[in-house]
């Protein structure tokens, strides 16, 4: 792994593939023994989770459903993080359970909201599989039942998280060399 450059910045290694893969054995080995006789709906947000979604997927033996969507955010002067939608929701979740695949979690706002929102929609179940945490940044009570690797605070990119819509193609983490 070497340095890299994204866009105008530059970003050293910080998380390997092989980390990386390791962790998301464990968690789909956890979901396959919960799951057991279940068939959950893994709800998986783009754009940042997909490649975290795929390999995580290839590792679930447990019969289930797969979709995506957006998280629309309202935007201005609103920092609650607070959400429009979940764009691309076209499946039923009443008397399902649903596992959300999100790639990071910051200040847990907008997964506090997409969490509700699919309660209130009528899921037996909603927990969250992250691939990351930044749990020094989080703002509210947020369980993370599947977490591969809290971090702490700094940008990353690489794995499908990005730099202004660059670097998601990345099968290892790397994080920004302060300047």
Do not use: W
């Amino acid at each position: 792994m070497e340095t890299i450059q994204v866009k105008d910045r530059i970003f050293t290694p910080f998380i390997r593939e092989e980390e990386i893969q390791k962790e998301i054995k464990r968690i789909a080995s956890d979901i396959n023994r919960d799951y057991e006789g279940k068939t959950p709906l893994f709800l998986c947000i783009l754009n940042g989770s997909f490649m975290f979604a795929a390999d995580l997927l290839k590792n679930v033996a447990v019969p289930c459903n797969v979709s995506f969507v957006k998280v629309a955010s309202y935007s201005g002067t609103d920092t609650t993080g607070k959400i429009k939608e979940l764009m691309g929701l076209q499946e039923s979740v009443e008397g399902r359970h649903v596992i959300i695949v999100e790639d990071i979690v910051d200040t847990g706002y907008t997964m506090r909201d997409v969490l509700d929102s699919l309660a209130e929609k009528g899921a037996v179940s909603v927990e969250v599989c992250a691939l990351l945490c930044k749990p020094d940044k989080l703002k509210v009570d947020l369980r993370l039942k599947y977490l591969a690797l809290n971090i702490p605070n700094g940008f990353i990119v690489g794995y499908g998280l990005d730099y202004d819509g660059f670097g998601r193609n990345s099968r290892d983490i790397y994080q920004i060399v302060k300047q």
